[in-house]
């Protein structure tokens, strides 16, 4: 069984944090994932910086522009990350867009993810539909777990091929919005939250976007999985920076 | 081989639509009805009767005697310049906004390089009373003075692209950012023939007027429908897909597309994407653009702030690695020069852009019988001072 399949038979609210690769330093990718891991954090995803980052907001986009300036390339990310299982046992995810990927080779980065032991990728703008006829076979041969996007706009005819495609988990994405922090959620998210919730998918869901703090982790986590934080925590480490991240970490699952 | 869209949304391997998840509901929508939305008689008069009677068509195709005894060929300058705002744009967003109507929409977003495309879309959403945000990069702000003067006159919001290299592709980033966070009531009105399946096609559609009136026009004049060539420059592609259009499937009409080499090609300053380019996606669309060895997008130049956009329409690409069309890059100065010329020959001043498209007489001779049809995409007023500078004038 894949890391993440494992994790998600926890019964537990899972905690996830995304960060950018090569951020604030470019050789801050394997200290932030010791420490997430060591602040107890479930899983992490490591995002591949891109030029063109459509679904993110502010604070993602310009942790990208300094990472890429920094150095960072999918080479360089991987050769970071060669060790990383020594010290490190949480599922990890690899989060990009598709174009550095399709550089790289899908097949020749697939592999390398096996090799290196990443668990999963997150891929915004790549199809399911794409990732179906293209995709797939490859993914299953080095036994790497393919996420999934749904949103409040998403159908539920959708949803359904969306939960019949998937084999880890499926990305709520909390509201029709690009990544960053909102005040706070509110009756529609709830009613979103439920309605997805009743579907009783076969995947179980996490839910991303616009999660913050201890309140936001909690609604978002009534009913879903668990929750993804992103640019809060980004925002964290570039006023804090990367040692001590319990203190970012504690006071959301304590 | 077909140079047209499959029902799949390529045109051969580019195309299709790799778009995030929260622009699904939106693009697919659209995608099941743009067809049908077209094809209705009443959206049919409406759009013919805008074209008419709003833009000023059928624009002339223009016999260039002069320029034609200079190159020894026979040379039509289909006038696009002469539309309501000065370019072909108009064509794509009377038939846009024609189409957010019919789909309901309440809110207008564009992105914009030169300005062309944001007046273009201005001018429409003034004509029909609908909101309208203009994404351009801080940087095009500063360059296009009198362009955001206009849009702001016609009732549109500008809203600078601060991030990344704050031009074009930015703003089209900054344009899809909006669309992500409304998906609901605005409709994303593409500048060219870009973007996710169905954009290129349905944008090449509405251009494909032009192509129509040039073979009516042709007719006419030289008794056949065909030329020998058609030719326009390429920043996007969307006044060479309309150019083309009608003559795509018909290989006896050689295509032939000019790009920006801007100060050279292997210069590190230059927007000539199908040398440069390679496979790849940008703005949802698989197809040929400028990016490192690392798969980043990287910043293209041209002295012509319409051809900086470091992509071409998936239509493009799959006319370039197919051979069906001849591909060429023009330098700025080679440009600029072509522009003058155009002005000194036959008292046209032409966008900077349609300058490129003209400069394809440095790299290809014509015979004394060819029928050479140029599309004129757009009139130099905006440019006057790029002229200016660079002419000392
Ligand atoms: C006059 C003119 N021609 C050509 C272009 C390039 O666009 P496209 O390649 O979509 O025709 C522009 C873009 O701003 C323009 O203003």
Redesign the interface.
């Known amino acids: 069984m894949n890391r993440i399949q494992q994790k998600l038979h926890e019964h537990k609210k899972l905690l996830s944090i995304y960060f950018t690769a090569g951020y604030p330093t470019l050789n801050d990718t394997v200290t932030v994932i010791e420490n997430l891991e060591k602040a107890g954090v479930d899983m992490i995803e490591i995002g591949l910086p891109f030029s063109d980052p459509l679904a993110d907001g502010p604070t993602i986009q310009a942790s990208s522009t300094q990472a890429l300036k920094n150095g960072m390339t999918t080479t360089v990310l991987f050769e970071q990350l060669k060790d990383i299982r020594k010290t490190v046992t949480i599922p990890l995810i690899a989060m990009g867009y598709f174009n550095p990927m399709l550089q790289y080779g899908v097949e020749a980065f697939c592999a390398k993810c096996k090799e290196i032991g990443i668990d999963g990728l997150i891929i915004p703008d790549l199809p399911v539909d794409v990732y179906q006829e293209e995709y797939q076979t490859i993914f299953e041969k080095y036994g790497l777990i393919n996420v999934f996007l749904i949103t409040p706009q998403t159908s539920d005819e959708r949803i359904r091929f969306i939960d019949s495609v998937s084999n880890g988990f499926i990305y709520m994405v909390s509201s029709a919005s690009t990544t960053g922090a909102k005040s706070g959620f509110g009756n529609a998210q709830s009613n979103y939250f439920e309605r997805i919730a009743a579907m009783n998918l076969k995947n179980p869901q996490i839910v991303g976007f616009g999660i913050s703090n201890k309140q936001t982790f909690q609604q978002a986590t009534q009913q879903a999985r668990g929750a993804i934080i992103g640019s809060a925590f980004i925002k964290h480490i570039s006023t804090n920076g990367i040692a001590n991240l319990d203190q970012f970490v504690n006071p959301i699952i304590s | 081989m077909s140079y047209n869209i499959n029902e799949k949304g390529y045109y051969g391997e580019f195309g ?7 622009l ?2 939106n693009v697919e929508e659209l995608r099941q009805n743009y067809l049908k939305v077209m094809a209705e008689p009443s959206f049919q008069e409406e759009f013919n009767q805008l074209l008419k009677d709003y833009v000023g068509r059928p624009s002339p195709l223009y016999f260039a005697k002069r320029l034609s005894k200079k190159y020894k060929t026979k040379i039509y300058l289909k006038r696009e310049d002469l539309n309501h705002t000065g370019a072909h744009k108009v064509n794509n967003t009377i038939g846009q906004i024609l189409m957010a109507q019919r789909l309901g929409k309440k809110r207008i977003i564009a992105e914009t390089g030169a300005g062309q495309h944001g007046v273009a879309t201005a001018t429409v959403c003034a004509l029909m009373g609908m909101e309208c945000i203009v994404y351009m990069g801080e940087i095009d702000i500063a360059r296009q003075a009198p362009n955001v003067a206009r849009m702001k006159m016609l009732g549109a919001t500008v809203i600078p692209a601060l ?2 290299s704050r031009t074009l ?2 703003a089209t ?1 900054e344009a ?2 909006d669309w ?5 009531d605005t409709h994303y009105i593409i500048g060219s023939a870009i973007g996710p399946h169905p954009y290129p096609d349905m944008v090449t559609k509405f251009q494909s007027i032009i192509s129509e009136e040039i073979k009516s026009q042709l007719k006419e004049k030289e008794g056949t429908e065909n030329p020998d060539y058609v030719i326009a420059c390429i920043g996007g592609g969307s006044n060479a897909a309309g150019t083309y259009y009608h003559f795509l499937e018909n290989e006896d009409v050689g295509i032939i597309a000019v790009e920006a080499a801007g100060k050279g090609i292997h210069s590190g300053e230059s927007a000539a994407t199908s040398v440069l380019g ?7 669309c698989k197809t040929l653009l400028m ?1 490192t ?6 910043e293209p130049y041209s002295i012509s702030a319409g051809l900086d956009y470091p992509g071409v329409g998936p239509l493009h690409s799959h006319l370039y690695r197919t051979g069906r069309g001849e591909f060429y890059s023009a330098t700025d100065d080679e440009a600029m020069q072509a522009g003058l010329e155009l002005a000194k020959l036959e008292g046209i001043i032409p966008a900077i852009e349609t300058s490129h498209a003209l400069a394809v007489f440095n790299y290809k001779t014509f015979k004394p019988d060819d029928i050479v049809v140029i599309s004129l995409s757009g009139r130099g007023d905006k440019d006057l001072n790029n002229y200016i500078e660079y002419f000392n004038l």
């Open positions: 299709g639509a790799y778009i995030p998840e929260m699904y509901p991030s990344g592709k930015d980033n899809i950012r992500i966070n409304n998906p609901v390679k496979e790849g996606i940008i703005h949802g990016q060895d690392d798969g980043q997008i990287t």
